[in-house]
Structures are given as structure tokens and as C-alpha cells.
């Protein structure tokens, strides 16, 4: 969870982006050992219902604004990220 943010992010955002990344950790561990178990009695079996559409949301967020790494370097995946004018799903792989 930490040595691929700090490969990513160029030194000055590098702690602002592991704080934000520990702080979400930390928030979605306190919902769930808090929040779950009063939803799940509250509304039982439905409360899957939640989880599915969390999901969906989670997978167009990924698909609509994270960039492709697959098949780059470390290095090359930084200077991506660097990319001020990038637009995550029209990068390209790199073929070999």
C-alpha cells in the first residue's frame, strides 16, 4: 500500500498522496467495523444491494479515470502520472 504511491507521485506531492491514501485506509476501516454490522441487522441480506452499487461505482471510476500501467516501467509510469494533460483511457501500451 505504500511502495507503489511513493513510486508514482513525483517528490512534492509524494506526502500529501501517502496522508491521503493512510487517512481513506484508516476512514473505511472505521466504517466498516462501525457502520456494517448496524446496516446488515437494520436490513439484513439487502444490504448486498449496497455493496454491488459501491462496486459498479468503484469500477467506472477506475475504468473512466485511471491511466494504464500494464506493461510499463516504473519510471514510465511516473512520467505518466506526471502528465499534465492526460486523459486515462486513451493511453496507449507499450508493445514489445
Do not use: H
Not at 477506475?62 to 483511457?89: C, H, I, K, Q, R
Request: charged share 15%.
Amino acid at each position: 500500500m505504500v511502495a507503489y504511491p511513493c513510486e508514482l507521485w513525483s517528490f512534492n506531492l509524494r506526502s500529501r498522496g501517502l496522508t491521503i491514501t493512510w487517512v481513506t485506509a484508516v476512514l473505511a476501516s472505521i466504517f466498516n467495523v462501525l457502520v456494517n454490522p448496524i446496516a446488515l441487522d437494520a436490513i439484513a441480506w439487502k444490504y448486498y444491494f449496497v455493496f454491488l452499487v459501491v462496486i459498479a461505482v468503484y469500477g467506472v471510476t477506475v475504468f473512466f479515470t485511471y491511466p494504464e500501467t500494464a506493461g510499463l516501467t516504473l519510471e514510465e509510469a511516473s512520467s505518466l502520472m506526471d502528465d499534465p494533460g492526460l486523459v486515462p483511457w486513451k493511453t496507449t501500451r507499450r508493445q514489445d
